[in-house]
């Protein structure tokens, strides 16, 4: 009988959420071209970086609040973007929304959970008057679903053939944060 040894835990990954420069085109392009990680959001992957850099410097860098999630490789090496977080104005200033996209290789680690708590814990204090970020999430995506969750964010409805995305009429959970809700470390 084959001996196990217990798994090593794993050092957290540390997370950081900076704002874009058009240098990260070529980490941009690593998720963005990925059509698993495109599947779940309303682009489809992009295939050269000439594009990605007009999306780069007329929508994100421009955007009050769109951010790169990074995380640090190795020690002593500056931290590199894997995704992106951002939170946008809607029809009401007291309430934004909330996209998040990350690079398929770190699904799974929490990243993007603790990129939504340090998103939450920062737009609060940046944004005058906002009482509430709500996020749309496609029901069958699960595991985006769970990431808002364990970020303290309300599961409120399912608001069904809510979404036309791709060719197909959805049904999308609303989520939800307010300001009164404790901000989870």
Known sequence: MEETKPATPKAPVEVSLRKFEL??????????????????????PYESTEPLLAFLRDVVLPHPWFRAICISVADGEDPRPVGAVSVSPTGDTCRFE????????????????????????????????????????????????RVLEKAGFTREAVLRKYMLKKGAVLDMVMFSFIDTDPVPE
Do not use: I
């Not at 990260?24 to 071209?33: E, I, L, P, T």
């Not at 290789?105 to 990129?115: F, R």
């Open 98 to 145: 909330l996209g998040y996209v990350l690079a398929r290789a770190h699904w799974g680690k929490g990243v993007a959970t603790a990129a939504v708590k340090r998103t939450v814990a920062a737009v609060f204090g940046e944004v005058e008057g906002l009482q509430r970020v709500e996020a749309l999430v496609d029901v069958a995506n699960p595991a985006s679903q």
């Open 23 to 44: 240098s990260d085109v070529d980490a941009m392009m690593a998720w963005a071209s990925d059509p698993k990680v495109a599947a779940a959001c309303r682009w489809d």
